[in-house]
């Protein structure tokens, strides 16, 4: 009999990617579907990324580059961090992979090992446990609430530090509540930090898109959580390059990104020549423009959606100050997140996340990066589901 490792055994395959594709089966059978699980955006890549693809092409850009990525690339993301985010990273502590996950993925398989636990609060991004999983750490949920807007507390972080804790890992704005943390409290939260050794991951990829409040970066609070973070980070959700596969992670370890370069030159080595090339007019200023008109799209959307989805009895939701996501509580009228989701694609063919894919049920995750009118819709549809619960 033909085995497999137990570590992929236990891998679960993503929530979100399993409503998407039931979603899409339906559709396939005919059936009218709207879908609001997926993670990206429904904006074409700007232009002049585009043009630059072309161009690499053109020039004949398509062989292998250094694993961490080409110069210009890693000089134009050390720019992009001192600019827009006050950070001071050199090329040389910038590592480039296949989108932000593949930095997650690698930067956690450095770090975690038998024995850590690693501090994730709840609810998180589907991903972080199945990685730490993966690499035989043990998880440690740090259970929000709404009334707390979904953040962790200082006192709360405390509490749960124990001699093995190993990592902390933040994302800020966060999905899928699309809560963003203030420069105060992540000042709050590195205080309970200073003296330990413990490595903070700081998912910013939606940092982009901020709607009320400034977007601080965790590296940025103090030299002490310069020295422990590791800002993980991307072009995914900001300039619409989902399908280009590009992320990075800059961290102040040399003898960490030496590690992880070489974690990635014996599986995936560079990611694409052709996508490093583009990614440059992605952080350089020339698709600025696009960008801000995408961030001003979302902001209507999310205005409208929530106004309408707080109007429903039984519904309600906090509004996000950031990525594209709402984080809708539906327990009054069912708390098993699953079957609720189940129900409303079945009856009404709208396609949403069950919270507890994200660690907490009693709500659903509606994003809302798809066009207005499908948004009207949709909520249309899902009131009439909740009025005939
Ligand atoms: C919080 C968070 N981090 C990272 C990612 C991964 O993005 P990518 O691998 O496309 O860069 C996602 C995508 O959904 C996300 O929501």
Sequence with gaps: MYSYSDRINNLSESITIAISTLARDLKAQG???????????DFNTPQAIREEAIKAIQEGFTKYTAVCGIPELLQAISDKLKRENDLNYTTKEIIVSNGAKHSLFNVIAALIQKGDEVLIPTPYWVTYPELVSYSLGTNVFLQTTQGNNFKITPQQLKDSITPKTKMLILTTPSNPT???????????????????NIWVISDEIYEKLVYNGSFTS?????????????TINGLSKSVAMTGWRIGYLACKDKKLCKLIDNLQSQSTSNVCSITQRASIAGLD?????????????????????????NAIKGLNVNTPDGAFYL???CSEIEYDSMHFCKSLLEKVGVAVVPGIGFGMDGYFRFSFATDLKSIEEGIKRIESFCNSH
């Design 31 to 41: 059936k009218d579907i709207l879908s609001f699980s997926a993670g990206e955006p």
């Design 178 to 196: 699309g809560m963003l943390y203030s420069k105060e409290e992540l000042q709050a939260l590195a205080e309970v930090l200073k003296g330990t």
């Design 218 to 230: 965790t590296a940025s609070i103090n030299s002490d959580m310069l020295e422990r973070t590791i």
């Design 285 to 309: 200023g020339r698709a600025d423009e696009e960008i801000k008109k995408m961030r001003l799209a979302f902001e209507e959307r999310r205005d409208f959606a929530c106004k309408k989805i």
């Design 327 to 329: 984080f809708v509580n």
